[in-house]
């Protein structure tokens, strides 16, 4: 099995790649540094998860200490939603760059098709349509420039991808969306395989506990632990395993060293054709679904819109839920 994927940019993007969204303060350089020394090459980082500068101490220290080179790591950043105006791109990359201690990054990807007035918190209140058209201009100029080696996008349904590739003059290398077996993405899947663009797989493991969250979990879903059983590899292995076998790169996020170590033992050994087969008995839930997002500001009216169709319908317990503590980790 490759252990990287080729983009359309002819560059590698290694397939699993350390989440740092909500590693705590402090514990991001170790988890890093434990993650390099294990064999991972690739980071996911971005502006909203507010540990940017300390993902750029742990990356000096792993330059100065010699265990890898700049051109041996794929860092990813993304775009803050305030600094979608095609004059705010260059200054919100420059700013990643700094923390990150980088003068290019590997990836940079449009965080999602929400945006929020500049220099305002990440509020319902703030939030404004989106043109991204506009900002995608301006994402092209990054990579024409060499700051940003690929581009792409983030939290694009197949309608909003399929938008932006009518006028893309440099087309998305990447789409990075919630992908693991309780929400498949197969049509999706489909689109980017046939349109050159890579799916990246945020919250592989079904992000277990975070707020925003909801519905039924990955790692102790039945058919993938009856999987893991017969493998005798743990559920959240099967669940970064299926990913890479669908093609895709998986980016789970641990701060606990043993799991670091788990979730990047998953090269030597497959999942068979037949326990594959299995995993489409899920049933399909898409567990980050972005209430917030749908406000008469923003433009989206429902889900629906926000997803064009590619949600299933709120349960109770999504319409019941709190998210003020998912919408303090991006103000
Ligand atoms: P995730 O990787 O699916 O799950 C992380 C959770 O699983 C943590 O609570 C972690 O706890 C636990 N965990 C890790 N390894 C485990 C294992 N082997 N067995 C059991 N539990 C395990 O969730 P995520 O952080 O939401 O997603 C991963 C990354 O994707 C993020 O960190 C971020 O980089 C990216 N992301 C991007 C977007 C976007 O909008 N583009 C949205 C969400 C996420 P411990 O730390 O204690 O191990």
Redesign the pocket.
Known sequence: MAESFVLNTGARIPSVGL????IEPGAVSDAIYAAVKTGYRHI?SAVAYRNQEEVGVALKKLFEDGVVKREDLFITS?LWPGNHAPEDVQEDIGSSLKDLQLDYVDLYLI??PIRIKKGTMFIPENLIPTDIPATWGAMEKLYYAGKARAIGV??FSCKKLQDLLAVARVPPAVN?VECHPVWQQDKLRKLCQSTGVHLSA?????????PGYSGPSV?SNPIVISVAEKLQK?P?QVALRWGLQLGQSV??????QT?IK??FDIFDWSIPHDLMAKFSAIKQVRL?KVEFAVHPKSGYNSLEDLWDGEVEYEDERTENQDHSDFLRCFS
């Open positions: 989440g740092t969204w909500q996911d993304k965080h999602g983030s939290n990075q945020y919250s592989p493991l079904g992000s277990p506990g975070s790692v743990t959240a980016l789970p996020k641990s701060a606990n799991r788990e979730n980050l």
